[in-house]
């Protein structure tokens, strides 16, 4: 279904993919395995043939017309303009299918999501849309790119189980590209290693597990035990309240017509309190609302009801400019990063918008420092790094706006667990540096308890519980 032989990809200055060989054949379920950074997203790219203009490409790479691709950012993979149905279309149309199938019932999905635009669903049901765009064309073959990373545990077996389940049924070769261990293991017939653009090792998944020959493989199957260790907090007695919500509400409308008008509350009745340098992680799963708090905390979205002060601001009606610089988020998507722009350019934008930088190689510089990137990244572009590196530019460029506040919606998860860690590590000696407050939102629960003091939990809406991190059996029993 696929064949690979002798890849190469190159830039002026770098050799990307080295020799890389490869096979996967009908019916046939291979895990692509390796940290942030290896090489896995490059050589995703080179299938695809959507390599940037200053990559060469030899070898050969041979695949059927007829392949399916599932992506990690389903958000950033439709148009919000065109509805669902849309999309299927022209699906269709480029495949030239007259008789088609939407195949929502494979994924069980109801039909209603086909009238529905994208920023109306939730990432968990257009990522079961982006694999029903993929089985829709009968594909011998599937490339799936991570496409598990950004949700909670519940959605991800749900999700992989339907993907099993047709790949079955319907014995499409399957290329499943990830950094999880515990995902490759439960997919794969084989699991093939790649660490620094070469594959380092492959072989039949019980030999990979029970075996492993190469010591990078051995490293990847020990890694989530760093992020299993949870340090005791040290208790706060901080009363500097940053950060007061008071029974938020958010709702939207649905119906109306022919049918009667129904109002759903996105959030219900939710309250919480940030105090100085003692961290809140909102914790739930996917749909929960925790994006949605997020987008109010900066301004970015109305809410109906509710009374929420930011450093001693009351932000009903019009968000105070005064705030824009104070409270700052990082996203999973690092996509907000223009990968044409340099390192430099992107980290000094936000800044430059606020005031004129005598010496910008300087400051940059400062801030590569502080994010533990060297200086000889300043100037190249955010394309060439890998997704750890471009988070640490997304941290720089907000480091830049001296923030007090900076809220992480779900910025790690799609990272490896030597990265999470790292990355962990960086916040908390940042906070140390620079005296800043973090909100965590995820739906990871290990991300959550290494950064945090306090802890809620959202479910439909609503709180669920609120207490401290320390707390751990308690949280773990309210999430099962």
Partial sequence: MIEIQNINLYTKKKHILKNINLNINSGEKVALLGASGSGKSMLMQSILGILLEDMKLDGNIETNEKFGVILQNPSSCFFNTCTIKEHFLETFKAHNIKEYNYGLEYLNLDALVLEAYPFMLSGGTLQKIMISLALSINPS???????????????????????????????????????????????????????????????????????????????LLNEDKKLAF????????????????????????????????????????????????????????????????TKILLGLESYDSGEIEILNHNIKGNFPKELRKD?????????????????????????????????????????????KLDSSYMHKK?????????????????????????????????????????MIELFKNIQKEKNITFIVVSHDIRIILQLCNEVIILDNGKVSLKTSADNIEQIKEKLD
């Fill in 141 to 219: 073959f599937i490339l799936a790119d991570e496409p598990t990373s950004n949700l909670d545990s519940a959605t991800t077996k749900n999700l992989i189980d339907l993907i099993l389940e047709q790949q079955e049924n319907l014995r499409f070769g399957l290329l499943f590209i990830t950094h999880d261990i515990s995902l490759a293991k439960y997919i794969a017939d084989r699991i093939i290693i790649i660490d620094n653009g070469e594959i380092i090792e492959q072989n039949a998944k019980t030999q990979i597990i029970t075996t492993p020959q190469h010591n990078k493989t051995k490293e």
């Fill in 230 to 293: 949870i340090e005791k907090k040290e208790k706060t007695t901080n009363t500097h309240k940053l950060i007061s919500v008071k029974n938020l509400k958010k709702s939207y409308t649905s119906g109306g017509f022919f049918n009667k008008a129904k109002i759903n509350y996105v959030l219900d009745d939710i309250s919480f309190d940030l105090f100085y340098k003692n961290n809140l992680g909102i914790l739930g799963k996917n749909g929960t609302g925790k994006s949605t708090i």
């Fill in 327 to 371: 409270i700052q988020s990082i996203f999973q998507d690092s996509s907000y990063i223009n990968p044409k722009q340099s390192a430099i350019d992107s980290i000094l934008e936000g800044l430059e918008n606020f005031t004129h930088i005598q010496n910008r190689e300087k400051k940059a510089e400062e801030l590569l420092k502080l994010v």
């Fill in 382 to 422: 955010n394309a060439y790094f890998s997704g750890g590196e471009q988070q640490r530019i997304a941290l720089a460029r907000i480091l830049a706006l001296e923030p007090k506040i900076i809220i992480l919606d779900e910025a790690i998860s799609s990272l490896d667990a030597h990265l999470q860690y790292k």
